[in-house]
Structure formats: structure tokens, C-alpha cells
């Protein structure tokens, strides 16, 4: 039998070159892949030596180019892709798509539309990413530092008009409303569907300077949902993708308003839920800074309790109280006659920025602060709250269990448990394991035992 002839490698000079940009050495860069793998459950024993190996061309097999891109995405700052990294190998080069803050218009919607269709066509790269804090910060700088796009009208493909974005709006409203009752699980595949099918044919269409602004602002909130959706299937890479985009959305549509509603609302709460503190205030802050001047109260009260919510996750009780009280005042000056609220910020009234002060008295360890904060927040969410009413009921909960009331605890996570039997949501069982969790010191009393076999019950 002949022998294979061999195929001489090339040296891996983008790796090279991000080494040298990270000013990290063969060693640091092993030792950081190692800690990425460690936490995705991965026993990577890399070291200056394999470094060395894939500089010379060798191709790391199964996760490891992926968690390489990751640990020199940490280290760098932004995001970095497998591509960047020399080691695609065949791989779909189309990983990136969407985390990109796009320079053009024109690009924003290539990227969009790319993003939607590979969402409809469940690309494995999407379901399977992971976020990276970097990838929400740094699109958050280009579009604090970024001008508005100087024009946004097309002349090419079929014409689209006023009644069109109506629609768009219109559709975002009943979606909304379907969430809200009965959970994204049931909902988001109807979203990226009309993305993909119906929104990305008008983006991609001919449209008036006026008709467009207003088409690029109703598909940021329509993608934004989609993002928040996601969170709520339990799938945050992806959302992290349509957040970044909705952001670039709102910078075509001119509404900077919107834009600081996506870091402060949608970026904040994701980097909340993936315990990056730090990232939450910086993003919450962006958001002031970016739409300062150009937001009613009630919005400025959204974006001050998203940084509250950073303080207190820090620990910071003082910066925590301060921000807070601001976030109270600013809501005390909405005027809900004015008409001056936009839509997407109408629903931010007491119910929800008590829901936000929950969370903070929580992490702080403020026990009966948070319970009288979830108690007012349930009192104030209407039935059809369905998900924010079960999160509330899982806060007071976790309260109780903080003042050692582990009976009536109990009671109140089963009826948490029972209103979230009646919806398809990640966000919602993860309350519950937290609560679980939060119960594991008192296993041995009955009435844990017996909440805990509901919940067993409810997973299986």
C-alpha cells in the first residue's frame, strides 16, 4: 500500500497575531483555555506545550477551538470567533453571526436576516453558544460613541409603507400579550418565523426615509422580544445575538431611547442572570448616558433599577440605596396621563420596579425588605402577568426561607409551582431550583419533603 503522502502544516499566524494583541503568553493562554473548559465541565489539561503546537498548525479537535476563541475573547475584551482564531477547519464561518454591532445599515440588515435564518433553521453553532460578558459591553461602546446613520431609505425591492409597520407593531402587541399568559416555549417559534418570513422581506425592501425609521424601530422591538424569548427557553447565547441586534436596529431607527431600553432591560438582566454584576451597572449606566435627555421618567426609572440591580449583586448595600431612591423618584414623576411613555416602556409601573427591589433586597440579604417588596409587586401584577406573577411568588419565597419561615415558604412555592404548571418557561423553573436550593438546609422537615417531591414531579 502506498504511503499517505503528508501534508505539510501552516503555521497558525491569526493566533499568533491575537496572542501577541492579548499580550498573553503560551502558558497564560493554556492555563486561561484550561479555566474556560473547568467550567463548561471539561478536565482540559493544556499547556505552553500545546500552545506551541497549535501555532504550528495542529487543529485541536471536538470543543477546544471554540473555548481558545472564548479565553482570548476574555482576555481581549471583545469577541472573538473560531474564525479569528485559524481554526474553523471547515467549520460554518457564519458562528459570528449576529454578534456584531455592524458599521453600515446595510450591514445591519445582512446580519439580521442572517441571524433570523439561521435561528428557522436551528443551526447548531446558535443553540449551542454561550455568552461571553464581553459581547454585550463592547457593542453597548460602539453605539454610545457611534452617530446616527445619516439615511436609511431604499429604492430597490417591493415598496413598504406605512400600514406595513403597522402591522409589524400590531403583531408585536398580540405576541406580547401570548408571552406574557402562557410563556415563550409556546410563543417564540411563531416570532422568528414572522422575522424570518415576513419582517426580513420588509427590511430588504423599498421604503421612504420616514417609513423606514419607523420599520427599523418596530423590528428592534420585535427582535428584542425574540432575544428575550430566548432567555426564557433557557437558550442565552442566542439571546445575547438578538439583543446586540435589536441595539443596531434602534441605532438605524434613530431612537436612542430604545437603544438604552435594550442595554438596561434586555443586556443588564442577561448579564444578570449569568452573575456579571459589574457588566450591569455598566450597561445600565450606557444606557443613561446614551439616551440622557431623550427618555421619560418612567424609562429613567427602568434604567436606574437595572444599575441597582449591579449594586446589589456586588454588595454594594450604600451605592445600592442611593440609586435605588432615584430609580422611586423618577417613577413618582411619570405622568401616565401625559402621554409622553412610549409602548414599549408603558408596562414599567410599581408592580415591576418592586419586582426589581426584590431582587436587590435579596441579594443583599435584606430578608424582610425583600419579602415586602415581592408582596408589593404581587399585589400590584394583574392576572394576566402570568410569568412575572410566579417569579414574584418564588422572590417572597426565597425571602421567607431567609427569616427562617420555611413552612409558609413552602406554601408559597408551591403556589408559584402551580401557576407555572400552566406555562413553558426556563426562566421560571430556574427561580424554582434557586428555591430549591435555598430549601436543601431544612430537607429533613415535612414540609420541604413534600414541596420538593412537587417539584420533582413538576421536572419529570
Known sequence: MAARPLVAR???ERLQALIQEAGCSNAGLARRVNMVGAERGLDLRYDKTSVARWLRGQQPRGRAPGIIAEALGRKLGRTVTIDEVGMANGRNLASGVGLQFAPTVLGAIEQVCELWRSDVGRRDFLSGSTVAASALVEPSRDWLITGADPLVARSAGARVGASDVAAVRAMTDALVDLDRKFGSGHVRPVVVHYLNSVVSGMLSGSYREAVGRELFAAAARLTELAGYMAVDTGQ?????????????????????????YVLAASMSHLAAQLGNPREIAQLARAAQEGARGQVPPRAQAMFLAAEARGHALLGDATAFGRVAGLAEEALAAADPESGDDPAWIAHFDEAYLSDELA???????????????AE???????EGRARRRAIGLALLAAAQVQQREVEQACRT???ALELLSTLRSSRGVEYL????ERLEPYAGEAPVREFRARLDRHAA
Do not use: K, M, W
Open 10 to 12: 501552516q503555521p497558525n
Open 236 to 260: 442565552p447565547g442566542l439571546a445575547q445575538r438578538y439583543y446586540i441586534q435589536a441595539l443596531r436596529l434602534a441605532q438605524a431607527a434613530g431612537d436612542r431611547a430604545y437603544g438604552g
Open 359 to 373: 431582587h436587590c433586597h435579596r441579594d443583599l440579604g435584606q430578608a424582610r425588605e425583600a419579602a415586602r417588596a
Open 376 to 382: 408589593r409587586s404581587l399585589a400590584g401584577h394583574p
Open 413 to 415: 412555592g408551591t403556589r
Open 433 to 436: 431550583g434557586d428555591l430549591g
